[in-house]
């Protein structure tokens, strides 16, 4: 029996292994208390500090050995490198291991493919292109190569596993067609040419971990293996042994991804203790697994994956003992604690980190695991019968293909099931209510509560919660928005942005805020925004011009959300954040355009066209927030203007041109230097919003709030009204925020007429 000490063993060489992992000098300081503690000579501490250094200087070797890996090397900006392909060469992300004379360093890179000719996995290859630094795994040290020229090599020939890799991609697109990409998830790890819609739905309805190398694949793969072998007859000893290989084999293959590594560490534990007859506690036996997860790759202490993967893991044994004990070995009753489990132990996780927690994956998991564990096996057999037995594989791919159909429908309709999945804020005090609820069940679900002590502790704790309000506001922004056109001004202090949903649901975004010290405003307040309104892609993101207080968010909005294409003024500026954010354009391989004047476009109805701004204006590219972008939205009777930065001498390049609009995005945060008397009369808008917050500005001026007072415009401002929400079919606008509402009659000629003001 593994002894309960393991647990705060592991705990604290884990705690250590993330100081090692951040620097060295907290080394020295564990060496001192490590000798404090032999000194005193108390047997449990002196283990817990010689697990703690031990765990720094575990930490601190892998943070010096990943100083020689290549993605933490290379140096940011160009770059010219002659690399091992480890997938196939094709439009997306793709994998390669540097080698050749250029090879200074070591282990893979992501490359952000951008060839129109494929190449083979396992193939040699120069590439010139742009090293975009980003931080990778549990933030490690990592980067995006953004190919620019790619060139064949005559030298070396593919490696084994590259070109098994290979052949598994191209035999997955052979049988599967459009759903290759769910086949290279399940078998590869690979999900970078998946939907991210597709995704998504996967993730808002609990069914995520299928899409996963997890713990789950692995023991599927291995049990099919165990059933396989047994069929052949042979001893129970001997097929556990061999699907133990395959499964380990299997991991290798996929490069020790940390979950699955548990779960192979897991596996061998268990079989040991099955084959000398020894009985394993859950939770000493998990934290010996992780313990072996940590001394096999120390990155994985700081990788939300693995943590999410102990979690469920956890939470699955944790319930179903119970289940086992007092309800009874059902398999439907085993599956729905399992699930329960699974779910309650990574909420808090998933709460902190995704702002997501999908309570309808505990019911759609009694159908997807079952499907899935027919799919599964379907999917490899169908790939490893495709060169010796073609017919066999032709039957078994039709089966997969309508296994993995039926997962997609299954995941589509329970991320659309409203409620379905409980959105938050993704920060830390997010998780605190889940931790709350989860010790709550565990505490109803104690080894020694009956059925009925559990339901009496059940009784209490919901009275608990209800009192405690835990249940507050979890339902909000889940409901379906009106038909219309909404367009919403998000309060993000001292910057702009804003997000417009069409009427047939598609998002554009003007803008994301800033990035100062009160936090990147994209990571805290637009993308969260976006996740609670069920977001999850951006169709066009507007960039009005590289100023730090409208695109310092973007980098936290990249990181949730995808985004499909960038509009941008494209001003050659020498700005570190505006050149970072054309780096990760190019390493997410979005479209990017220039905005230019008189470009028209339309999107579900509404019109989007651009005034500003002009290559041939006198002025161009003297001050760049004369540069930025303006545009003019119209659906209906219903006009907008966009002014981003723009001053005076745009606003009288413009005049004359524009006419009455329904609602002004007023220039420059209210600067006195915009929003002139003339072109807000031209304007003559029923409603003016102002994006501002703090600042020592002076904005909104006493010059511009008395222009647009001078027109009647109703006034709106982001620091008084918070989030201004504007609504519109076309032929009548309402306008919401804080306690305020106003509605209002449009007339034709896109003028506003008040109507009711409450």
């Not at 890179?109 to 549990?138: C, D, F, K, L, T």
């Not at 943590?307 to 599956?335: A, E, K, N």
């Not at 017919?391 to 293909?401: E, P, T």
């Given at each position: ?7 705060l ?8 292994l993330?100081?090692?992992l951040l ?8 060496s ?15 283990l ?9 200087g ?7 050995f990943?100083?020689?890996r290549?993605?933490g ?5 160009p770059?010219s490198?002659?690399v ?6 094709r ?11 250029e090879?200074?360093?070591s ?10 000719e494929?190449w083979g996995a396992?193939?040699?290859?120069h590439?010139?292109g742009r ?7 549990g ?6 190569l953004?190919a620019?020229r ?5 030298q ?6 590259q070109?098994l ?5 191209t ?5 599967y067609?459009a ?20 995704r998504d ?12 190398i997890?713990?789950?694949h692995?023991g ?13 007859r042979?001893?129970?000893t001997?097929a556990?042994a061999?699907?133990l ?9 996929l490069?020790?991804?940390p979950p699955a ?8 534990m268990?079989?040991l ?10 939770t000493?036996l998990l934290?010996v697994?992780c ?5 096999i790759?120390p990155w994985a202490?700081?990788d939300?994956g693995?943590?999410l ?6 939470g699955?044994t ?8 007092v309800i ?6 085993r599956l729905?604690f399992?699930?329960?489990g ?5 909420a808090?996780?998933t709460?902190?980190v995704?702002?997501t927690?999908?309570?309808v994956?505990?019911?759609l ?10 799919t599964?096996p379907?999917?490899f057999?169908s ?12 039957s078994?791919?039709a ?20 409620g379905?999945?409980?959105?938050v804020?993704?920060v ?12 709550g ?6 080894r020694?509560s009956t ?10 704790m ?5 009192w405690g309000?835990l ?15 909404t367009l919403?001004?998000?309060?993000v202090?001292?910057?702009d942005?804003?997000?417009i ?5 598609r ?11 009160g936090?990147?405003?994209?990571r ?5 925004f976006?996740?609670r309104?069920?977001?999850?892609s951006?169709?066009?993101?507007v960039?009005?011009h ?6 310092g968010?973007t ?5 949730r ?5 960038v ?5 050659p500026?020498?700005?570190s ?16 355009h220039e ?8 999107i579900?109805?509404?019109?989007v066209t651009?005034l ?8 161009w590219r ?28 745009v606003?009288?390049s413009?005049?004359g041109?524009v006419?009455p ?9 209210g600067s006195?230097l915009?929003?002139g008397?003339?072109?807000v009369g031209?304007?003559?808008p029923?409603v ?6 703090r600042?020592?500005?002076?904005h909104?001026?006493?010059e511009?709030?008395g ?5 009647g415009?109703?006034?709106w401002?982001t620091?008084r009204?918070g ?6 079919d076309?032929?009548v606008m309402?306008v ?8 209002f009659?449009l007339?034709?000629a ?9």
């Amino acid at each position: 029996m593994i002894p309960r000490p393991i647990v705060l063993f592991t705990a604290c060489f884990g705690a250590g292994l993330v100081t090692g992992l951040l620097g060295i000098a907290e080394v020295l300081h564990a060496s001192v208390l490590l000798v404090v503690a032999v000194v005193l000579g108390h047997r449990t501490v002196t283990l817990l500090v010689a697990a703690v250094v031990l765990g720094m200087g575990h930490g601190t070797a892998a943070r010096l050995f990943d100083a020689t890996r290549c993605s933490g090397l290379l140096p940011a900006g160009p770059v010219s490198i002659e690399v091992r392909l480890q997938d196939p060469g094709r439009e997306g992300m793709v994998s390669a291991v540097p080698v050749g004379a250029e090879k200074k360093c070591s282990g893979a890179i992501s490359v952000r493919w951008a060839g129109q000719e494929e190449w083979g996995a396992g193939q040699r290859v120069h590439i010139r292109g742009r090293w975009v630094v980003r931080p990778g795994r549990g933030g490690r040290p990592d980067g995006v190569l953004v190919a620019q020229r790619i060139a064949p090599s005559t030298q070396g020939a593919g490696e084994r596993i590259q070109s098994l890799r290979g052949s598994i991609v191209t035999v997955a697109e052979r049988l599967y067609g459009a759903r290759a990409p769910m086949v290279e998830a399940l078998v590869l790890g690979r999900r970078h040419q998946l939907d991210p819609v597709l995704r998504d739905a996967f993730a808002r309805s609990g069914l995520v971990h299928l899409l996963a190398i997890s713990g789950f694949h692995v023991g599927l793969l291995a049990g099919w293996v165990f059933v396989f072998v047994r069929v052949l007859r042979v001893r129970s000893t001997a097929a556990r042994a061999v699907s133990l290989v395959v499964a380990v084999l299997y991991v290798r293959f996929l490069g020790w991804p940390p979950p699955a590594t548990r779960a192979v560490v897991l596996m061998t534990m268990v079989g040991l203790a099955t084959l000398r007859q020894r009985r394993l506690q859950p939770t000493p036996l998990l934290a010996v697994c992780c313990l072996v997860v940590m001394l096999i790759d120390p990155w994985a202490v700081r990788d939300v994956g693995a943590w999410l993967s102990v979690s469920t893991i956890w939470g699955v044994t944790r319930f179903t003992r119970w289940s086992d004990s007092v309800i009874g070995r059902h398999p439907f009753v085993r599956l729905a604690f399992a699930s329960l489990g699974a779910t309650l132990a990574a909420a808090p996780l998933t709460a902190a980190v995704f702002g997501t927690i999908a309570v309808v994956g505990i019911g759609l998991n009694f159908v997807a695991i079952p499907l899935a564990g027919l799919t599964v096996p379907a999917v490899f057999l169908s790939l490893g019968l495709s060169s010796i037995m073609p017919g066999v594989s032709l039957s078994l791919a039709a089966s997969g293909r309508l296994g993995l159909a039926a997962l997609e429908a299954l995941a589509r309709s329970g991320a659309g099931l409203p409620g379905g999945a409980i959105l938050v804020d993704p920060v830390g005090v997010s998780a605190i209510p889940w931790i709350i609820l989860l010790a709550g069940v565990s505490w109803v679900l104690s080894r020694r509560s009956t059925s009925r002590e559990a339901a009496r502790r059940l009784a209490v704790m919901g009275c608990a919660l209800l009192w405690g309000g835990l249940l507050i506001g979890l339902g909000s922004d889940l409901g379906p928005s009106r038909p219309g056109l909404t367009l919403y001004h998000l309060d993000v202090g001292q910057g702009d942005a804003a997000v417009i949903r069409t009427p047939q649901g598609r998002w554009l975004m003007i803008d994301a805020g800033p990035a100062d010290r009160g936090g990147n405003a994209g990571r805290r307040v637009v993308a969260p925004f976006l996740l609670r309104k069920r977001v999850s892609s951006i169709a066009v993101l507007v960039i009005s011009h590289a100023h730090a207080d409208h695109i310092g968010g973007t980098e936290g909005v990249f990181d949730r959300l995808g985004i499909e294409a960038v509009l941008d003024p494209a001003v050659p500026v020498d700005d570190s954040l505006y050149l970072s954010l054309l780096d990760r354009i190019g390493a997410e391989g979005t479209e990017w355009h220039e905005a230019r004047r008189g470009e028209r476009w339309s999107i579900d109805g509404l019109a989007v066209t651009v005034l500003h701004p002009d290559t041939l204006w006198a002025a161009w590219r003297e001050d760049l927030n004369e540069d930025s972008l303006v545009l003019l939205l119209e659906y209906g009777n219903f006009r907008a203007v966009f002014a981003g930065d723009a001053g005076h001498p745009v606003e009288a390049s413009l005049r004359g041109q524009v006419g009455p609009v329904s609602l002004l995005k007023v220039g420059h945060h209210g600067s006195r230097l915009a929003s002139g008397a003339e072109w807000v009369g031209e304007l003559a808008p029923a409603v003016a919003v102002i994006s501002v917050g703090r600042n020592g500005y002076g904005h909104p001026s006493k010059e511009a709030l008395g222009n647009l007072s001078t027109v009647g415009a109703s006034l709106w401002r982001t620091d008084r009204d918070g989030t201004v929400t504007v609504w519109t079919d076309g032929s009548v606008m309402e306008v919401m925020g804080g306690d305020r509402r106003e509605e209002f009659v449009l007339a034709a000629a896109g003028t506003g007429i008040l109507q009711e003001a409450r």
